[in-house]
């Protein structure tokens, strides 16, 4: 940080409300998370409602989350130069409007896109939030303890998206977990604009437009070739050029940015370990995250039974986990530096996304299923609060919103990896095993390919056969696929974030500089 900086906002107004203003971002960022997380629990439901394909439902999660992640670094950057209050009001105004249309959406191709344009909206959100907050506490102790709360509120936000949006599902139709939001959207936006205070950078430069369109380009393209490599195949010529297009868009990225002298991401920032290594642990943590989030609600439902009400709930000791940890976390942090609490929640996540992996038909809830839920979101928790404040406390306060969009950044781009990439291993396991399992049967053809798309479709192929016993035994062998597929995901990703710790142990600063 400066050294000039105060340790109090120099308006004692905005000094003396800073606990009631992050109470006010805390609404926007939930709102934001909630919603990247709230179509988990919908997936079973669009598969059957919509005919939507493992491929299908995966572009209804990650046209969001990539649209989002695309965006943030210029809409970081758009809210220190026009205003992060203004910004993020436009963003939530936005977010409504495009709510209100996935809500009303009748096929996978229009709520793809709805969810898209609602990404937009909350890339303007999401960077301001965190932005402001740096703003507002300008003592380091209060800032980290803030940038707790903060990281609670996303992590809780996990939880109550499946459970607020399992509740309207088995109430109300599909697109109640969209309409939602409208109201919450006014009561934000009023609460903003009664109580947040404006800021920007005063030497915010113009807008790096080859760079914005870069980055899009390059994640867009990374994230297509993996959602379609299992239907295309991983060595086919369009997965080939795709990843090679995205690999040469990337590194055009990189160069650009270090040779304009207005970059969107000023990468020399990334000299710095703090920034670096505390990036790449967000990213992690998230890639595990929401790879596991997209598998579970399926899990629950196909394999266990339950409707989307009750699978929601049985996410709440994720909630639990991460509301409990999280300002504790941001504690440990300032005492005994990140290198010693980061690496250890990252090693957590992946021990419990290895234990998901053994899941069975059977398995006890209260036991294995919510023990590795507690300890993935602990993980979490002792992730995203001192990797998020390694983030922000190193750069200066005029940089806050670049500084929270890379952070943002980090975990959005890990998130749409996450559900591209867990979701194609899932899928590369699950398609071959059914189709395996189903052709002793001597189903006609069309039931096979059906099945082969998404365990929906098994399920629904299983409800049309009118043979009993052939149908439950179509449900064994779908919910075995499942199985297949959702342990290969999680010990693949359990992997990832236990090689995460490792590198975190290895390069993280030990103690924080302020």
Not at 218 to 238: D, K, N, Q
Not at 242 to 269: D, I, W, Y
Not at 396 to 414: F, K, L, W, Y
Request: proline share 5%.
């Amino acid at each position: 940080m400066n050294p000039s900086d105060t340790l109090v906002h120099p308006d004692l107004t905005v000094q003396r409300r800073r606990w009631r203003i992050l109470a006010i971002l805390c609404l926007s960022i939930f709102l934001v998370v909630v919603d990247n997380l709230i179509i988990n629990v919908a997936i079973p439901t669009l598969a059957r409602e919509l005919g939507a394909t493992t491929s299908g439902l995966q572009w209804i999660v990650d046209s969001y989350a990539l649209v989002f992640a695309g965006l943030l670094l210029a809409c970081g950057g758009l809210g220190d130069r026009f205003g992060r209050l203004r910004v993020m009001q436009i963003g939530m105004l936005l977010f409504g409007v495009f709510s209100a249309w996935a809500a009303f959406s009748d096929s996978t191709g229009e709520l793809i896109t709805a969810r898209g344009l609602m990404g937009v909206g909350a890339a303007l959100v999401f960077p301001g939030t965190l932005a402001i907050v740096i703003d507002v506490f300008r003592d380091p102790t209060e800032r980290a303890k803030a940038i707790g709360v903060w990281s609670a509120v996303s992590g809780a936000a996990v939880a109550f998206g499946p459970v607020s949006g399992g509740f309207l599902l088995e109430h109300f139709w599909w697109g109640s977990v969209f309409l939602v939001n409208i109201p919450i959207v006014l009561v934000a936006l009023f609460l903003q604009w009664r109580f947040v205070p404006e800021s920007r950078d005063p030497n915010a430069k113009r807008l790096d437009a080859p760079g914005f369109l870069l980055s899009i380009i390059f994640v867009s393209l990374l994230v297509y070739t993996i959602i379609e490599g299992p239907h295309r195949g991983w060595s086919s010529a369009p997965s080939v050029l795709g990843f090679v297009g995205a690999l040469a868009f990337g590194v055009t990225f990189v160069m650009r940015e270090r040779s304009t002298e207005h970059p969107l991401l000023n990468v020399k920032v990334f000299r710095d370990m703090r920034v670096t290594a505390a990036t790449s642990s967000i990213f992690i943590a998230f890639f595990s995250l929401f790879g596991f989030t997209f598998l579970i609600t399926q899990y629950f439902q196909f394999v266990r039974g339950y409707d989307p009400f009750e699978s929601g709930l049985h996410t709440l000791p994720f909630a639990v986990g991460a509301g409990v940890t999280a300002p504790i976390a941001a504690r440990l942090a300032l005492k005994y530096g990140p290198r010693r609490v980061i690496p250890v929640g990252l090693l957590f996540m992946g021990i419990s996304q290895i234990w998901a992996g053994t899941f069975q038909v059977d398995s006890a809830y209260f036991g294995p299923i919510v023990a590795s839920m507690v300890l993935m979101a602990s993980g979490l928790a002792l992730v995203t609060s001192p990797a998020s404040e390694s983030v922000m406390g190193t750069l200066p306060r005029e940089m806050a919103g670049v500084g929270s969009a890379i952070n943002d950044t980090g975990r959005e781009v890990g998130g749409t990896l996450g559900v591209a990439i867990i979701g194609s291993i899932f899928a590369t396991t699950y398609g071959p095993r059914i189709v395996e399992l189903l052709t002793p049967l001597q189903l006609p053809d069309a039931a096979v390919s059906a099945a082969e798309e998404s365990v929906g479709a098994a399920f629904a192929v299983a409800e049309q056969v009118g043979d009993p016993a052939v149908t439950g035994l179509i449900r064994e062998v779908a919910s075995s696929s499942f199985l297949d597929g959702f342990q290969a995901a999680c010990t693949t990703v359990g992997v990832v974030a236990i090689i995460g710790a490792a590198l975190a142990a290895r390069f993280l600063p030990s103690r924080h500089v302020v």
